[in-house]
């Protein structure tokens, strides 16, 4: 993915920052017992959160379940260092916040109980779909779940057609 066009308008207007209640492992995790599988336990999960911006999401849900441990990264540099000075202020100690590039997420990441991507999907290209989708497939843990909360009708088809292959 190319950064240089999109990082200086992206830190321009950057992209709202708040909670998500249902992108919380909690959220994630309850469903998945509604439908009979097994979820890890969210309280001392390791959560990733894609385009994390300010942090307005993996902050709160970091706060609430403090034996668990967080990353999230963002390729706005000045969003992540908004992230950085929250997380400070409010004492949250169990949460780790990147500047990163999607292209960046190796092995040496770890793996995940939960990913989560809140509006990721449809501000990408293509190109940045199949990293998000790669994370997904290498980076999360066996029983683990993934959440992107705003696909559209036309990319259910393109991550059916993605996460068979």
């Known amino acids: 993915m190319t950064t240089d066009r999109s990082e200086p308008s992206y830190d321009a207007v950057p992209y709202t920052s708040h909670a998500y209640q249902q992108t919380h492992p909690d959220q994630l995790a309850t469903i998945a017992r509604v439908f009979g599988l097994p979820s890890p336990d969210p309280l001392t999960a390791r959560v990733l959160e894609i385009g ?5 999401n993996i902050i709160p849900m970091a706060a609430a379940c ?42 040496s990441w770890g793996e995940f109980d939960y990913v989560i991507a809140h509006g990721v999907w449809s501000w990408v290209p293509r190109a940045t ?4 989708l790669r994370i997904c497939r290498e980076r999360l843990e066996n029983r683990g779940q993934t959440i992107d909360h705003r696909f559209g009708s036309a990319d259910h088809e393109r991550v059916a057609e993605l996460s068979s292959s």
Do not use: K, W, Y
Not at 52 to 56: D, K, L, N, Q, S
Not at 68 to 76: K, Q, R, V, W, Y
Not at 84 to 92: D, I, W, Y
């Open 52 to 56: 994390c911006g300010r942090g307005g």
């Open 129 to 132: 779909q199949d990293q998000l």
């Open 66 to 107: 403090p034996s668990a441990h967080f990353l999230g990264f963002d390729l706005s540099r000045v969003q992540v260092d908004e992230a950085h000075q929250t997380a400070r202020r409010l004492g949250v100690d169990n949460l780790e916040i990147r500047h990163a590039d999607i292209a960046d997420v190796d092995e």
